[in-house]
Every structure is written in C-alpha cells, then in structure tokens.
C-alpha cells in the first residue's frame, strides 16, 4: 500500500518525530516500498488463525502489589537533561 | 593467548599458566592496536578491567571459583552496565551512563569474568551490516572492505580479530547468527525467555534474546551456562530447569534426524553458499545423523511478518525517548511538542525513524486489523510449521544467510535489500526457538555459516550437534589471516 506525504506528516505527528519539509516525499517512497514488501501477507487467507503475541503463548505473570524498588529519585534524575528540586523541567505548557 | 578458546583460557588460568592480569593486558594491547582500524568497541574499560583481574587473580588464589573467573569478554552495548555509557549505538543515549546492571551483565561478573568493554553495534540493533550506528560502521576482520554483518557486528568483528576471547550479543531477526556467520564465530540465539531481557535495552520485545558469541560450540556452552536462567525481573522469563550444556556435548548424533527445509535452499541463496551448506550438511551424515527433505510452507512470510511485528514493538518502546528523563534532548526547545519532535529528529538516526514510522502506521486506528493482527496470525502459522517439522525431526539445518559478507555500503542505501540477510534467521525468532550458527566453509575466502535450529528450550540438542561437527571439521579454527 503507498503512503503519501501527507499520511506521513500524519504518522510522524504520532510517533513524535520531526521530518523535515524536503525529506517527506523520500521517507513516503520508502515506507511505501516497506509496506508494499509486508502487503504480502495479505494472499494469505488467515481467517481461522488466532493471533500470536508471545511465541510460547504465555501470558503476563503477575507479581504480589508490594513495594519492591527502592526510591532512587534523585540518582535517575542525574541523567535528566533539566531537573530541579526533584522535578524534571519541560518548556512551559500552561500559562 | 588470543587465539585460544575460552576453555583453554580457563585452563590455563587454572594451571597457573597465566594470570587474568596478563590475560587482560594482552586483550587490551590488541584492542588498543586493532581497534581504530575495526572500530569493534564503542566503550573500552581498561582500568575496570584490571582492577577486576587483579581481584580475580586473588580470589583464584584463595580458593574454589568459577570456572571462568578471569577469563576477559566483551558485552554488547545494549546491556544496561552500572556506571558505563550505554549508547546502544545511538546519538539518542551517547550521553547515557546506565544506572544499574543487565542481569545478563550481574550473571557474568557474578562468574567472575572480566568486562573489557562495551561493543559497536547497529542503532537499537536495527540492521544487518553494522552502518547504522552513530559511531560509525565496523569492518571485518575477515576482509576490511566489508560489513561484519549486524547488528551484533561489534562483537563478532572482535572475537573475529582476538580482541575478546568471546561476547554476549543480541538476536531480534539474526542479529547474533548472520555476524557470526559473516566472521566465522559459533553464535546462538537461545530459547525465547530463556535468557534475561532485564536491562537489555529494548528493540522488540516479543522477539529479543541474549546469546553468546565464541570461537566454539563448547565455548557457547560455556557462556550459555552462565547467562541462563529464570529471572524474576524479566516479565517474559520462563521458569525452566537449564540444563548442563557441557555434559551433552559428546553425545553421538547417530540416528539423528535433521530437516533440510526446501525453502531455506531457493530463490535468494547463492549458488556458491548453497553447495558449500550442502557439503557440510553432508559431514552429519558421515556421523551417521539422517538428512530429509522437509518443507518450512510459510517461510517466505517471514520477512513480512517481521517487518510489521518488529517495527510496531519498536514503535511502543522507543517512544520512551522524549528528552525529558535521560537520553539527548534537542536545544531550546519552543514548547513541548518542539522538545519531543526534534529531540527524536537528531536523536535517531534514518533507519531507527523509518522502523518506528511503519510501526506507527501498522498500529495506527484503520489499520491495525490489516497489519498487526494479520501479522500476529501469520506468526503463528509460522511457529506451527516449526512445531510440524519438529514431530518428524530432532533439528533443522540450513543456511545461515543468503551470501557471505558483502562490501561496506552496498546494501545500506536499499533497506529491502538488506532485510533479505535475513530470511533464514527471521522465522527462528517468530517461531521462538532457539539456533545458531557455526562455520560452515569460505566462499571467496570469506566465512560463510551453517544454522543448526532446534525445538524449545533444546539448546543442548544444536550445542551438542555443532559440537560434533566442530570434532570433524577445522573451520571454526581457522582466523582472520590479518589479525592471527
């Protein structure tokens, strides 16, 4: 299936990552490509094929609802790229 | 020394023949002279190695210790180490010094082997060549001009050259086998959850596993040992009795059965690759192991399938790189949505962008049916072709990638293309069960590789049977003229 480069302005705005203006129409063609690669799967009749999300069909394991880490806020925060008083510090989103 | 085998190095460090001080010296001298012209380790730890040899030598010298206690290796530099840069070859945590272990890296200092340093591989460990990562693409030792394979590429090229006796790698599609085949190693993905993704900094998390990388198939065993097991910190784990991967090894393969998939020998494999596999497939017979023709039907669905089911999980865990808790975070950002969309921007790097953006798409409102889900039903017909082939066979072999180690950027521009290394590794991680490659021959003088795949949790079964081909053949020996 091809994408056009205003779906791809769309999915970049979901996944958060800039494109710049001039790379659009490229980054389309190769997701195009990629997606025309998968398209694929589509001959395949799978209508009787329950899906596989974990190769052992195992499900979550659950663990008691107890404190098992210890707090080490201020340790994680020295690799914060802004942090202060123990909060990390974003541009401003509300005035 | 850097020639030897991880048992002969634990031999010698038993025998008093050497000492983990002089071991480690020697390995950090070959890493220091080959290093600029591999570009094999992002990160080398010089002083933690000595001052962790030197406690090896002493406690080695009071008493009962592990067998590898003092034997140097090198980690992957997706393994969370305490204290070290961990960059996963990516501008997005060049800055990241992790704050605490892997289990995988607590299970081999807890043997008491001694980390020389971090290795180069494919950003996130997306890609089959090594060029995807920000700190430049490694070269291997085998023949300088090409790609070492990815995205383990690091750590094979310095197992390759004698730079560290062996290295933990990882294995989303082939990521361990197809270097390991392209640099002449034993490499094996084991088991899915049979090893620890605790602090393995994630690409794919229903595919991703950990696995050794040596010269040999007892050497794996060897490391296997060591980074196997439950671990109640990885949700994924499967509680499971590791076996003693040693004690099988000289097991006879007489009566064995082994699967040659027809799929695995078609359209896409070199003609030179396919007589050579054909030729060591040969070897088991004389062994007396029984080849058949057997079929794997949906193999050629492997690649599609993964390149939505990889892409997706990539999708959902990267985006936890937003440059707000750890990692780069763009300058001056506007507002927040400026921080996120150009933090990830510079922070990735082309093929990392393209993965999350057919993730996105592929779990996107509308199209989840059509994709991830028909994915996910694919994958399964993939795992029961594996467990079909396995009521009749003990294991299947086949080649571990198309063609032996292509030139450096030849492929890097054609991302199809590249996907295509791995068509026979792909469908392993899909299925979940675990494989590995060992030397197989040379085809224009460079190594090309076999894969031996078996059933779950049967990593003893293709330890055992690469074993037995290592006693018969001399391939594993040989190594990189320029670095011998």
Redesign the interface.
């Known amino acids: 299936m091809a994408v056009s480069p205003s779906d791809i302005e769309k999915i970049a705005h979901l996944a958060r990552i800039r494109i710049a203006p001039d790379q659009i129409d490229a980054v389309a063609d190769r997701i195009s490509d990629i997606l025309a690669m998968v398209d694929q799967m589509q001959a395949v009749d799978t209508d009787n094929v329950s899906p596989m999300a974990n190769p052992h069909d195992a499900v979550q394991r659950l663990r008691k609802d107890e404190v098992s880490e210890l707090n080490q806020r201020d340790r994680f925060q020295t690799l914060a790229p802004r942090a202060e008083d123990g909060l990390y510090l974003v541009p401003k989103v509300i005035e | 020394m850097h020639t030897l085998s991880l048992r002969e190095l634990a031999d010698g460090l038993a025998k008093a023949r050497f000492s983990s001080e002089e071991l480690t010296r020697h390995f950090l001298a070959r890493i220091a002279a080959h290093n600029p012209a591999l570009n094999a380790y992002i990160t080398v730890l010089e002083e933690q190695a000595l001052a962790g040899a030197r406690a090896a030598d002493k406690q080695r010298s009071s008493g009962d210790v592990h067998p590898l206690t003092g034997v140097p290796f090198a980690h992957k530099d997706i393994f969370c180490t305490e204290g070290v840069r961990t960059s996963c070859g990516s501008k997005m945590l060049d800055n990241?010094?992790a704050?605490y272990n892997a289990t995988v890296v607590e299970k081999m200092a807890a043997a008491g082997m001694i980390n020389l340093g971090k290795t180069n591989m494919d950003e996130f460990a997306m890609g089959s060549s090594n060029e995807t990562s920000f700190y430049g693409p490694v070269r291997n030792p085998w023949d300088t001009n090409c790609v070492p394979g990815g995205s383990s590429g690091g750590s094979a090229a310095a197992v390759a050259a004698g730079l560290a006796p062996a290295a933990t790698g990882t294995d989303t599609g082939g990521s361990i086998r197809q270097p390991s085949a392209l640099c002449n190693l034993t490499g094996l993905k084991p088991t899915?959850?049979r090893v620890s993704r605790y602090g393995m900094i994630a690409f794919a998390s229903?595919l991703d596993q950990a696995g050794p990388m040596a010269r040999t198939a007892e050497d794996a065993a060897l490391m296997l040992q060591v980074m196997a097991g439950f671990d109640?910190k990885d949700?994924?784990s499967?509680d499971c009795t590791v076996p003693d991967y040693s004690a099988s090894l000289n097991n006879s393969l007489k009566g064995k059965v082994i699967g040659v998939p027809s799929e695995f020998f078609a359209e896409g494999l070199s003609d030179a690759v396919a007589s050579r596999t054909r030729a060591a497939l040969s070897e088991y017979e004389k062994m007396g192991a029984v080849l058949k023709d057997i079929s794997l039907p949906?193999s050629?669905?492997s690649?599609?399938?993964y390149?939505?089911i990889a892409p997706a999980e990539a999708?959902t865990n990267l985006?936890r790189y937003?440059?707000?808790?750890?990692?780069?975070?763009c300058d001056n950002?506007?507002?927040?949505?400026?921080?996120?969309?150009?933090t990830?921007?510079e922070g990735?790097g082309d093929e990392v962008?393209?993965r999350?953006?057919?993730g996105?798409?592929a779990l996107?409102a509308g199209f989840y049916d059509?994709?991830y889900?028909?994915?996910?039903?694919?994958?399964?017909?993939i795992?029961n072709d594996f467990t079909e082939a396995f009521k009749s066979v003990d294991i299947i072999a086949g080649p571990t990638s198309p063609s032996p180690a292509f030139a450096l950027g030849e492929k890097v521009d054609d991302?199809?293309t590249m996907?295509l290394e791995d068509m026979y590794t792909i469908a392993v991680n899909?299925?979940?069960?675990p494989a590995l490659s060992i030397p197989a021959g040379m085809v224009d003088n460079k190594p090309i590789g076999l894969q031996l795949i078996g059933r779950?949790f049967a990593e003893a079964d293709i330890l055992n049977a690469a074993h037995q081909f290592q006693l018969q053949t001399d391939w594993h020996k040989q190594f990189a003229p320029a670095f011998a």
């Open positions: 990241f010094i704050p899915y959850g229903s109640e949700s994924t499967i949906h050629h669905l690649i599609p399938c390149y939505v999708s985006s937003d440059g707000v808790r750890y990692g780069h975070r950002p506007l507002d927040l949505a400026d921080l996120y969309t150009r990830r921007e990735f962008k393209r999350i953006l057919v996105t798409y996107s059509a994709y889900r028909k994915a996910q039903r694919i994958r399964r017909l795992k991302p199809l996907y899909l299925a979940g069960v779950d």
